[in-house]
């Protein structure tokens, strides 16, 4: 008896960790969307939509009865969830609820940003806005004790995360053909050597150079904050690798489709190219809009089919940081260490992910789809909020983060010469 006891005991702590609680969290607001998915609740205003607004009055909306009952009880069943998790995790929480509501409030007012017209003309996403918003009140203002319990920023990108695998279907590759799955291994391996062998050229530290590899390489901000949980790696390098990211995707954005067309590319050729070097979705698809509609299908194929290798790169980056001992110790390395040190949340990543793509029919991923992407933007937002208010504006403008930009624009570079190379050769 006391035998069992005990290995129930051992299973528990082993399941009472932050990833498998962010697994735990995640799966319940999927199941519980589809529980009920003949009559999901609408999201909030704003949310997982394409709604936009240019003047106040359209605000108006967004403080009445309805759209403030929706807001109560979407971050009323996130924050039972967030509270339960951290809880069983063993990390203080008494005072969760209170500094949960005001993080909460501050990823509503980025997301209403975000949704600005002259913003959403330009693409800039909410996370840059959460990132932004947390970094002035966190630079200017002294944070209270209290308040800090609900800053899990690690936590809630962990479940954002789960709930992107629900986004990534294995199908989307299949709609893009041998070709595109081509170039998305051959992009994704080669760029992601060349970016971080360039990162340690330059000086940049491991941490710092393998999340640039994956957010070069692979599908940007998903890919940064995958290889961040996947190497338990600093939050605040996180955030600056983000903030490359968002700010060079503009350029490319406005440049990508003259060039396109200057070359005289196919509408082929120039959608799998943009697909495999933007590293936001939303970029991908306003830039592939610009040049026509057979190139914004290729494009969001390609950019799918690198999004779908991102459960399996992070895997094979966690094996690889621990085999070189680049964790917190230096055991020696065995298949049990390789598993305590696994991020657990890329194995909900990837049953969310099959879950979505072999087993739930195509009317259920309709009628759920839209509300678990708003969920995933919320999550996330919220992270982000997070990040900004435990980084220092010293921490990003430091003289060793130039040698970071150096690297990532060098490496974007190479990444649009490789990207288009392989594109002409495979689409032409």
Known sequence: ??????????????????????????????????????????????????EKWAELGVLSGFISG?????????????????????????????????????????????????THSSIKAINLETVFFSVLIGLIIGNTMKLPDWFRQAIQSEYYIKIGLVLLGTTVLFNSIMKAGALGLVQALVVVVSVWYVAFWIAKKLKVDSEMSIMLASAVSICGVSAAIATCGAIKGDSKKLSYIISLVLIVAIPMMILMPYLAKWMGLSQ??????????????????????????????????????????????????????????????????????????????????????????????????????????????????????????????ADIFHADNRKVMYSFLLAQLINVAITLAVASLLFR
């Open 66 to 114: 309805p759209n403030l009952l929706r807001l109560g009880y979407t971050y009323g069943i996130f924050a039972l969830l967030a509270w339960a998790g951290l809880k069983i995790a063993g990390k203080p929480a008494s005072r969760f609820f209170v500094s949960f509501l005001l993080i909460v409030g501050l990823s509503l007012v980025s997301q209403i940003i975000s």
């Open 268 to 393: 082929e050729v120039a959608g799998a190219w943009i697909g495999g070097t933007i590293d936001t979705t939303g970029a991908v698809v306003a830039t592939g809009t610009i040049i026509g509609e057979t190139a914004q299908k290729y494009a969001v194929i390609i950019k799918s089919a690198q999004n779908v290798l991102l459960g399996g790169a992070a895997f094979l980056i966690s094996i690889y940081w621990t085999w070189k001992g680049k964790g917190e110790t230096s055991e020696k390395t065995s298949v049990r260490l390789i598993w305590d040190r696994f991020p657990k949340f890329v194995l909900g990543f990837v049953a969310a992910s099959m879950l979505f793509s072999f087993i739930l029919t195509a009317d259920t991923i309709k009628q759920v789809g839209d509300s678990l992407k708003g969920y995933q933007s919320i999550w996330f937002s919220i992270a982000f909020v997070c990040i900004g208010l435990e980084t220092r504006f």
């Open 1 to 50: 008896m006391n035998k069992n006891k005990t290995k129930t005991l051992t299973l528990f702590r082993g399941l009472a960790n932050e990833d498998w609680m962010a697994v735990f969290a995640a799966f319940t607001l999927i199941f519980l969307t589809l529980i009920i998915r003949d009559s999901v609740p609408k999201l909030p205003l704003f949310f997982g939509s394409k």
